[in-house]
């Protein structure tokens, strides 16, 4: 059976005006859980535990400290996972929570803990939902416009549960050889194969609000996986059920492979 990792950025799970998108993780869990039936291995790479967390306090801007904002991270990922578990559960779908740090990949012990975590889920039909254990790590916080969201650890996750594809939903409908918010004229890239220098340049742009990441940080995932001879989408989270199309093999977004 094929394996799939899907990552959805904090932009997908949040609305514009910082309510919970409980629509899109509604349409997510009905998605994900009607793909476990039809017989594909689902992994779930969720950002959003900061937003929710920032919602359930009544905050409008992010605190200023690490510490506050770790601690803010804690409160939304257990609102976060309370959600998922249970519009998972409507579906009669069983969820997990797996957190990780960047680094599970540098200690072998951890990483076959992880591997092995992931295996026995995924056997006994259980969806994970993966997110950055962001009391443990201050990489994703403290280099906040660096490094992207959970861009990196979808495609570290990808690589340590041997996926056959990383589905990358964005704010955006692919990758374009220019920043389509401030250049109409951009086209899109349906198939790459190699990550470019001309590109890197074209995914200079930082990108939204509430998403961290950028498309630079979207190539540098797409690196990853086209390094470890996997394979990317990048599509619109928009609408979860894009996922059924792309599946069914219909050109959407920007594949790399
Ligand atoms: P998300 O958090 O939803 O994953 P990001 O905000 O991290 O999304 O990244 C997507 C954004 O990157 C787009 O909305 C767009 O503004 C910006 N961007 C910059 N350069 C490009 C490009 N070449 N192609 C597509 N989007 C780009």
Redesign the pocket.
């Given at each position: 059976s094929k394996r799939l990792v899907i990552k959805v950025?904090?932009?997908?799970l949040v609305l514009p005006n910082s309510e919970i998108n409980l629509r899109a993780i509604d349409q997510l869990a009905f998605t994900l859980s009607s793909l476990r039936q039809a017989g594909y291995e689902v992994i779930l790479v969720s950002?959003g535990a900061i937003g929710v967390g920032m919602k359930l306090l009544g905050l409008d801007k992010r605190p200023e400290t690490i510490a506050k904002q770790q601690a803010i991270a804690a409160i939304g990922q257990a609102e976060l996972i309370k959600i998922y578990t249970q519009r998972f559960a409507s579906y009669h779908q069983q969820s997990a929570q797996v957190l990780l740090t960047r680094d599970v990949t540098d200690f072998p012990t951890s990483r076959q803990n992880v591997i092995n975590t992931f295996e026995e889920l995924l056997t006994m039909g259980v969806i994970p939902i993966v997110n950055e254990n962001d009391s443990v790590s201050v990489d994703e916080l403290d280099h906040l416009t660096k490094f992207?969201?959970n861009?990196q650890l979808s495609a570290i996750v990808s690589n340590l549960a041997q996926a056959d594809l990383l589905l990358?939903l964005?704010?955006?409908d692919?990758?374009?050889?220019?920043?389509?918010?401030t250049n109409p004229e951009?086209t899109l890239y349906s198939h790459i194969t190699e990550i470019t220098t001309t590109m890197e340049k074209?995914?200079?742009?930082?990108?939204?609000v509430?998403?961290?990441?950028?498309?630079m940080?979207?190539l540098k995932a797409a690196k990853r996986v086209l390094d470890s001879q996997s394979q990317m989408i990048l599509a619109s989270?928009k609408d979860p059920a894009i996922l059924f199309d792309i599946l069914e093999g219909k050109e959407i977004g920007t594949l790399f492979s």
């Open positions: 950025g904090t932009s997908s950002s992207g969201d861009d990358m964005s704010d955006i692919g990758f374009y050889n220019d920043n389509p918010h951009a074209a995914a200079g742009d930082k990108g939204s509430f998403g961290t990441g950028g498309m940080s979207k989270g």
